[in-house]
């Protein structure tokens, strides 16, 4: 079984880019499951239902989010009545949303969870009890990602490492820059510190650059809005085989 995970979705234009390639690219690599992190997919920070319904029909099964899940109150809805769209898990259980999902692909069961780091980051409960509690109570499933929204290399790597051989994979999102470390931990949880992003390659993060350097540079508050053109996506393709992870890739398109 192929599963495919890509990073932030970052913008409209993005969106689209995915209802373009996505499927053709699932096809080519013979991708059974797709799971997509939406948290910016947009006009701006956060995600909307037009937006989310467009990264579903494109070919993701599960959409998962992060810090900026809440930005548009129009989602509040959506999150509660999709189960192919997570929030984090560890925020409090009456948040709107849930904090993870289990879809049927017609083939297979596949459990999602989406949950957000504490370093450098604020406003989430415990990350690890978190998924925990999620494992026990998820019920049957054949497969199992999670999706680790943080900024710290060292958090994602101690969650990974903590769930190595009960999560088939692991991913990190958040940080929109693909890191060059996808691999198999020692119990057989396929991991990558973080899968990038889907967006302006010609940007700050997916941001105009020039607003990033005039906030980090005079100070001054900024603006911040998408740049355009130059899309990629970047994500990665892990390999599961009789409940192990036996292979790990990075991929762009
Ligand atoms: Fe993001
Ligand atoms: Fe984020």
Redesign the pocket.
Known sequence: MKILTVG?VVGKEAVGYLTQRLGTFKRQHGIDLTVVNG??SAERNGIDPPSASALLDAGADVITT???VYRIPAVYSYLDDSDRIVRPVNFPGDSPGRGYTVVDTGSFRALVINVLGSVYMEGAGDAFSSVEAALRTAGEYDVSVLDI?AEATSEKAAIARYFDGKINVVFG??THVQTNDAQVLPKGTGFITDVGMCGPRDSILGVISDRVIDKLRLHLPARFEYARGNISASGAIFTVENGKTVSAETVSF
Do not use: F, M, Q
Request: proline fraction near 0%.
């Open positions: 932030d948290e910016n992060g810090n900026h929204h999102t958040h």
